[in-house]
């Protein structure tokens, strides 16, 4: 059980290329979040999907877009990289019940936008 | 105001000691808490819920006070391995598939030896 896998781990962009960060979760959650995390705040979300064939926005979604390819796989993707696009992205999944609501997270990917 | 504020810490204490940390959060309507733990350069992971007025595991206990939105986390005896920073963390709204989590800052603790 692999829990929750992000690809790549690491990434440098050029300001203006383009991209896709892939999530892939094993527990066969129903949400699936991409959230991403800079010096000094805490994580914010970007996109977010509840349940297979829907994705809303976050907190914060310009210059990203998602994909909810099937339940196991949440892609998020640059179009035109930006220095401001610069931080560490995490994916997570979730079962969510009345009672619990635990977010399983992935290692991260760090992405340097030059 | 922060929809959730933490001191940033540094809490440097020694092995053994007891330390506590305390939030506070804006969303009178948040029904559901969370203290995720995160290492350096890691993903956060989640230490404990609270769905009451607390919750206890081991040496870990979380409060909640409603009336003043607040929350906090107790560690007795500190070991080395609890170094690490500590998220607390608000589900925003009662409850519901859509209801999102929102993530403090987090306290950074370093146990000494």
């Known amino acids: 059980n692999a829990g929750v896998t992000q690809t790549p781990k690491f990434q440098v962009l050029k300001t203006g290329q383009s991209m896709t960060l892939q999530c892939a979760q094993d527990?066969?959650?129903?949400?699936m979040y991409w959230y991403r995390q800079d010096p000094g705040m805490g994580l914010r979300l970007i996109y977010y999907?509840?349940?297979?064939?829907?994705?809303d926005k976050g907190e914060v979604p310009n210059g990203y877009n998602v994909s909810r390819l099937n339940k196991r796989e949440f892609s998020l993707r640059l179009e035109s990289a930006a220095p401001s696009q610069t931080s560490v992205y995490f994916c997570?999944?979730?079962?969510?019940?009345?009672?619990?609501?635990?977010?399983?997270f992935g290692p991260g990917t760090r992405l340097t936008v030059l | 105001r922060k929809e959730v504020e933490q001191d940033p810490g540094p809490f440097n204490v020694p092995e053994g000691a007891t330390v506590a940390f305390n939030c506070t959060y804006s969303?009178?309507?948040?029904?559901?808490f969370f203290w995720y733990r995160q290492d350096c350069r890691k993903e956060p992971k989640l230490l404990m819920s609270?769905?009451?007025s607390g919750n206890e595991d081991g040496r870990f206990t979380a409060q909640l006070n409603r009336a003043s939105q607040y929350i906090s986390l107790l560690i007795r005896d500190s070991k080395l391995s609890d170094s690490a920073t500590y998220l607390c963390?608000?589900?925003?709204?009662?409850?519901?598939?859509?209801?999102?989590?929102?993530f403090g800052t987090g306290t950074l603790l370093a146990v000494q030896p």
């Open positions: 997570a999944s979730s079962v969510w019940d009345r009672v619990t609501d635990t977010q399983y």
């Open positions: 527990m066969n959650h129903n949400s």
């Open positions: 999907s509840a349940s297979e064939g829907t994705t």
């Open positions: 969303n009178s309507a948040s029904q559901s």
């Open positions: 609270v769905y009451s």
């Open positions: 963390v608000p589900r925003q709204g009662g409850g519901g598939a859509t209801n999102k989590l929102i």
